[in-house]
């Protein structure tokens, strides 16, 4: 197995040379695909790997099935890649790098608003293909879009804003100037909770600060990376790469961490899978940008607006149904009005409609898989075998389809699974608790610490517990944290870097530069 930039086994050319041509059984699979999307420009659909500006097959022939969640039907396919394909890649955003990283702010500002532009003109489409794919109702699949071009929109207008500065010397002749430069070829290994705004978080800093990349979309949710339109909106061949795998992951991550030509490497997924790449990266001592899994408290003390705190709580931890790394995964009730909260937000969740993403009675999708549901199964049978009680939901919806029911528990230990580990699914679990001081505990009680939510009218309170919380994002009387303009990122073992807001600093060098004169 290859871990650094080694001998190319296919150029560039070979590779389009031989992956161009399409086989009938790629046009069987699109046409599959298409024919369960009702696409107002088919073209979006793409099942092939992206390299130096051309759609490509495997070299192994290889290929991914890529199935709905919501009916277990398979989607269509893409192609499974290699290193070899790899280091295609990585070397063809490596020479795009070159004249990439020498265009102006503005030229690059002008096609991130092109791709932003394009992103609004086919949202319809683009959301269709997210709900197919990732299971989310078309109504979160039109919000991710809209989520995802933000970022688009905001880095455009960042990649013009990179300023250096000028410091002061003490010696009269000298002068000393601060640059900033892009990195070089970026590492995007992206997770499929949001197959699209995941990418463009990271895509548009990359871009916006002149760097090249290499994506890595994840298997279950590779349409809509591929559907992004960087070539109609003006990326030039070799900017933007894509590069599908399932079987052959690891090799794959390894080269994207390890490759010399790679200079940094962005990852949004789990803290395990985020210790491992962080581990490869040190070998060159690449940069990282890292958003990992969350635990996220989310209280509600005596003085909230209780109202407010069950709407708060139903759009933080049943988003996506329950899917993202800032979902409330441990929500806290004071005892006073821990009754009425939770008999307020069962009633709410019991009327929620599980379904099919496409259906638009459907408020709640199904999780992305198999081993998904059991997860989420595991951690409810675990908190009610040691005393937590059912208030609704609590079990899996037999299928077709990954679904579990959106369940609430109420008198969940602290000692449960529950309270440990990441969810990722439908379950609001209940605790008690008496004083803010025993909360802040429980809060921090963790390894990681992205995302924390809390509810009170007390203004003292809401500085203490906002300070006090060992998370790198609070809610304070919301439960919706997620824009483009914020620092978006956790601490602990959540991760390192942030991400949108002036994230795209994370993709820039320092340089010092001290005239002599
Ligand atoms: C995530 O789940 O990783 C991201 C969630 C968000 O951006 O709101």
């Known amino acids: 197995m290859r871990f650094l930039a080694s001998p190319r086994l296919l150029t560039v050319g070979a590779l389009r040379m031989q992956h161009r041509s399409f086989s009938p059984k790629f046009t069987i699979m699109a046409s599959r695909l298409a024919s369960t999307l009702s696409l107002k ?18 070299k192994s022939g290889g290929k ?25 890649a990585i070397e063809a955003a490596g020479e795009a790098f070159k004249t990439w990283s020498r265009t102006t702010a503005k030229y690059r500002h002008d096609i991130l608003k092109k791709l932003y532009e394009l992103m609004q003109t086919h949202a319809e489409d683009l959301a269709q293909i997210i709900t197919l794919e ?41 002068r000393n100037v601060v640059i900033k430069q892009p990195i070089g070829v970026v590492s995007i290994l992206t997770p499929w909770n949001f197959p699209s705004a995941m990418i463009t978080r990271k895509l548009g800093a990359a871009l916006a600060a002149g760097c090249t990349a290499v994506i890595k979309p994840p298997p279950e949710t590779p349409f809509s990376a591929l ?4 070539r109609r909106a003006g990326v030039p061949d070799g900017v933007v790469n894509a590069v599908t795998t399932q079987k052959n992951v690891n090799e794959v991550a390894k080269e994207m961490c390890m490759n010399k030509i790679v200079k940094k490497v962005s990852f949004t997924g789990s803290t395990p899978v985020a210790k491992l790449l962080y581990g490869m990266a040190a ?38 149904s329950g899917q993202t790394c800032v979902c409330a995964n441990r929500i806290y009730v004071q005892s006073s009005v821990y009754a009425e909260f939770a008999s307020r937000l069962a009633d709410k969740v019991a009327a929620f409609k599980v379904g099919n993403g496409l259906d638009d009675k459907t408020t709640h999708g199904p999780l992305i898989h198999d081993r998904a549901v059991n997860k989420v199964a595991s951690h409810v049978e675990d908190a009610v075998s040691k005393g937590a009680q059912v208030l609704v939901g609590g079990s899996r919806i037999e299928g077709p389809g990954y679904f579990f029911a959106p369940t609430v528990l109420s008198d969940v230990p602290a000692h449960a699974l529950i309270n440990d580990e990441e969810t990722f699914g439908p379950v609001a679990a209940l605790t008690k608790f008496d004083t803010e001081e025993e909360v802040i505990k429980l809060a921090n009680n963790t390894d990681v610490g992205l995302a924390g939510y809390f509810y009170s009218r007390d203004v003292g309170r809401v500085w203490r517990v906002a300070e006090a919380l060992e ?33 795209i600093g994370e993709y820039l060098n320092t340089k010092l530069i001290v005239f002599g004169m």
């Open 41 to 58: 420009d088919p073209s979006l659909l793409k099942t092939q790997g992206f390299i130096d500006g051309q759609w490509v097959d495997s």
């Open 64 to 88: 991914i099935t890529v199935t709905n969640p919501a009916t277990n039907e398979e989607l269509g396919t893409i192609p499974e890649m290699d290193v070899t394909e790899t280091c295609v």
């Open 134 to 174: 990732n299971g989310k109702t078309l109504k979160e699949a039109q919000g991710e879009n809209a989520y995802s071009a933000s970022f688009v929109e905001w880095f455009a207008e960042e990649a013009v804003r990179t300023y250096g500065e000028h410091i002061p010397s003490p010696t009269a002749n000298v």
């Open 227 to 230: 559907a992004l339109l960087a």
């Open 283 to 320: 070998s060159t001592l690449k940069k990282v940008s890292i958003e990992a899994g969350g635990n996220a408290p989310f209280i509600v003390f005596e003085d909230a607006d209780i109202t407010q705190a069950v709407e708060g709580a139903i759009a933080s931890k049943f988003r996506q």
């Open 471 to 503: 998370v790198g994002m609070v809610g304070t009387n919301t439960g919706m944290i997620s824009q483009a303009m914020i620092p978006f990122g956790g601490v602990k073992e959540s991760g390192l870097g942030r991400e949108g807001g002036h994230g």
